[in-house]
């Protein structure tokens, strides 16, 4: 078998080559790849944000066969598309290709290619995983009703509570009102503003102090493709928002993002109101999982009906560079999954990073 590899900036792609990736995106259905983080509109995005985007593309024995889209930076540095702030990640291939990770590597000039959000069908990838972590989902293949009638059984003090302080919100703010997808960029920047006081209150790096990172938000808010379309949510009372949430989505997947609230509200647990409102919303408009991403949260907890799993890694070809990396990066994972497998330091980095919240509000 042959295998030709030529490397493009996003731009660069075709009309053909959008087609043939909308194409390997939709089969097999249900797939990772229909996340709408996998898309090409989504890498096309950053690409406009990032000019070290690239995309890799894939020929086998004259035939197209797929596509892999990252970043390179100095030293043939690697990162996976929107390394970051980006749920999914790796290649979007036909079922049957057979491709050769160091030969894509090299063909990328690469010496290191770095992923944290790989889904478990990514075969190509798998066995260079460091590290696997629970993404809670939502089944809604059954519709809003029967995922209500599951939620009940299973957690229906969670679900009582929240009709509880949306029926609250009404009597003492004012006319409670959802809207799915909101088209006020105010709003937006009032979410950005919510969100970044979070971060900072947390003692967490905010990324919207990076710029590419509010640019590429502002440009998926604009953006409707069918995969890849910024849906920004909003909870209003009366006529004050109380609550909102920017994700992704493509025809059958929902992608949260970057979801808060006015901390003033938080005693109405207005987050948890609008997770409700938006996942009824997102199974009429077709969706059929609805994702939360990595990340340990008793409202994923709360709210989900399964879990994926999602790995992080690292793809090394022999040679300087990848030594580099190593030294550059190993020592700080090892130190994160020491934390994160040891309960006690992880309580205790929680506390340093709100006591440096503190700090930096003073």
């Not at 990640?89 to 590597?105: I, K, S």
């Not at 009638?149 to 004012?174: H, I, N, T, Y």
């Not at 105010?186 to 919510?194: F, G, H, K, N, S």
């Not at 949260?297 to 790995?311: I, M, Q, R, W």
Request: aromatic letters at 10%.
């Amino acid at each position: 078998m042959t295998t030709r590899i030529h490397v493009v900036h996003p731009r660069e792609m075709t009309s053909a080559d959008l087609g043939l990736w909308r194409e390997l995106q939709s089969a097999p259905p249900g797939a990772a790849t229909t996340n709408p983080f996998m898309s090409a509109p989504f890498t096309q995005a950053v690409g406009r944000a990032r000019p070290d985007t690239q995309v890799a593309i894939v020929d086998q024995d004259g035939e197209r066969v797929g596509y892999f889209p990252f970043q390179r930076g100095r030293w043939g540095h690697g990162r996976a598309v929107g390394l970051g702030v980006s749920d999914c990640q790796g290649a979007v291939v036909r079922p049957e290709a057979r491709l050769d990770p160091q030969h894509l590597m090299r063909a990328c000039s690469l010496s290191a290619w770095e992923f944290n959000h790989l889904e478990s069908g990514q075969e190509l990838f798998l066995p260079y995983t460091t590290g696997r972590f629970a993404s809670p989902v939502i089944d809604l293949t059954s519709g809003f009703g029967q995922y209500e009638v599951q939620l009940r059984a299973r957690s229906r003090g969670f679900l009582k509570a929240a009709r509880a302080q949306e029926r609250r919100m009404d009597r003492r703010l004012g006319p409670v009102r959802f809207v799915y997808e909101e088209r006020d960029p105010a709003v937006l920047d009032t979410l950005i503003a919510w969100k970044s006081a979070h971060y900072r209150r947390t003692g967490r790096r905010d990324p919207f102090t990076r710029p590419w990172i509010t640019d590429l938000v502002r440009q998926l808010f604009a953006m409707a493709h069918p995969e890849c379309s910024g849906v920004l949510s909003v909870l209003y009372a009366g006529e004050r928002p109380v609550a909102a949430h920017f994700g992704l989505r493509s025809r059958t997947v929902f992608s949260c993002w970057f979801p808060s609230y006015d901390r003033a509200l938080a005693a109405y647990s207005p987050g948890r109101v609008l997770y409700l409102r938006m996942i009824e919303a997102s199974a009429a408009s077709g969706i059929r999982l609805f994702d939360f991403g990595r990340g340990d949260a008793a409202y994923k907890n709360a709210f989900k009906t399964a879990d994926l799993s999602v790995h992080e890694g690292v793809v090394r070809t022999p040679g300087p560079g990848a030594a580099l990396h190593w030294l550059r990066r190993e020592p700080v994972r090892a130190a994160h999954r020491l934390v994160r497998s040891q309960p006690a330091l992880k309580d205790a980095a929680v506390r340093t990073l709100a006591a440096v919240g503190t700090l930096r509000r003073h």
